[in-house]
């Protein structure tokens, strides 16, 4: 038995079974590249490139002169859960008490929170693909059994209602979806979310987790629709936020939920035992972004959406990808399947994996395979850098593309 086997059957079957997140995986093979001296171009993790607004790196300052270096209440500060109770009222029409308020380090505890939370052996998890890579490897931690709901490019990766209720089974427990959408940028609309809560309706033991991190970066024109504003489900929806990209707060780590009482009541006790609360001084920083001028989120948005619109007309241009136009967030999630099969010196790419590998190797160009979102054709690509590198990005893939045979 080698060594490397010896110490894996001394790990626990969970660690051994859980994947590496693909876009952190991506991320440390850009930047071993990039320590052996070459010119890589990440556009793997989902980071705004703009530093965080000043008036919350202020309010973080006088935080530590104040004295808030302490240990907070596990669900956070009052002061916070209740701002967050007035921006749920604020931009979502959402009534939530300070108790049904749990704040976390960041939006993926907070879903683990509730995944953990909810979740038994065995019952089952639906995931509208593609899906952010988290939510699948959660859910496997609780025991669940994930079930995809495939979508395609051509319907811009959107799950219907009529398609979700071919998927409940009596085994489904929990459904977990975001909207606007990590990987492929969609947005759900009033409309839409409208027919998803008529379905979840007629199914009371179905919980939906909505993920909103992406809320302010919606390029609709239209306000955001959150799916507990349908009262009649409101019971049944855990909602889920946080400050990492409206706020470009991605290194503070904050996230937090508003939910039904008991699961609230669930998710405190849960971190109680993992974590505690986050850090105090992120925390008042974070009442300060959310009932500050929002201003700088909202130039931030601007700019999004006119790298959106460059980058959208630079793939257009790349024979064999199709390409559709997302409507917020900031990532491209586009299909290479034409692609699969060709070969570069002799080696056959097959899978967005092999290629995603190749353009790494050959373009020195860090996108991150869709395989690991449930999606077995395309590619995730972050546009939160600058025009200049993604002008550059778009021409390494076009080139890259051009080599195969």
Known sequence: MSQATATMNQLSDRINQMQESATIKMSKMSRELKAQGHDVIDLSLGEPDFDTPQYIKDAAKLAIDK???????VPGYPELRKAIVQKFKRDNNLDYTVEQIVVSTGAKQSIANVVLSLINPGDEVLLPAPYWV????IAELAEGKCVEIPTTIDSNFKVTADLLEQYITPKTKLMIFSSPCNPTGSVFSHDELKAIAAVVKKHPNLFVLCDEIYEYINFTGQKHTSLAEFSEIKEQVITVNGFSKAFAMTGWRLGYIGAPLFIAKACDKMQGQFTSAPCSITQKAGEAALLGDMTPSFDMVKEFKKRRDLVYGLLKEIPGLKVNLPDGAFYFFFDVSSY?????EGKALNTPEDISLYLLAEGKIALVSGESFGDKNCLRMSY??????????CKRIKEGFSKLN
């Open 384 to 393: 939160a850098t600058s025009e200049e590198k993604l002008v550059e990005a």
């Open 67 to 73: 004295g808030y270096t302490k240990y907070t209440p």
């Open 340 to 344: 699969f099969g060709k070969t570069f």
């Open 134 to 137: 988290s939510y699948a490897a």
